[in-house]
């Protein structure tokens, strides 16, 4: 019921910065955790960065101090503020959602690709 749709992505050099949005519908997304997962070519999707209801904030090591996961509830919105970016990001981000503190995400956005060359 929940619809996702991510923009912002683009084509940056190393050291660059790029702003994911998430842009969702049809059920507000104050009830739900938001997350932002990347997937590689020859990777596997990896969870990159996840906001729960109340805030709180977790990010994988290869990204901490660099990405900033945000929520906007009153524009039913999360965003992936992304600083000095490195190739090694260079992926196909997802925006997710989902009404728990854990388990598998419900809802999926499309993917916008995230391109950082050196």
């Known amino acids: 019921q929940m619809q996702l749709v991510e923009s912002g992505g683009g084509s940056v050099q190393a050291g660059d910065s790029l702003v994911l949005s998430c842009a969702a519908s049809?059920?507000?997304?104050?009830?739900?955790?938001m997350g932002w997962f990347r997937q590689a070519p020859g990777k596997e999707r990896e969870l990159v960065a996840r906001?729960?209801?109340?805030?709180?904030?977790m990010y994988i090591d290869s990204v901490q101090g660099r990405f900033f996961i945000t929520r906007d509830n009153t524009k039913n919105t999360a965003s992936l503020q992304m600083y000095n970016l490195e190739p090694q990001d260079t992926a196909v981000y997802y925006c997710?959602?989902?009404?728990?503190?854990?388990?598998?995400?419900?809802?999926w956005g499309q993917g916008t690709q995230v391109t950082v060359s050196s």
């Open positions: 049809g059920r507000a997304i104050s009830g739900y955790a």
């Open positions: 997710a959602a989902r009404n728990k503190d854990y388990g598998p995400f419900d809802y």
């Open positions: 906001i729960n209801q109340n805030n709180y904030t």
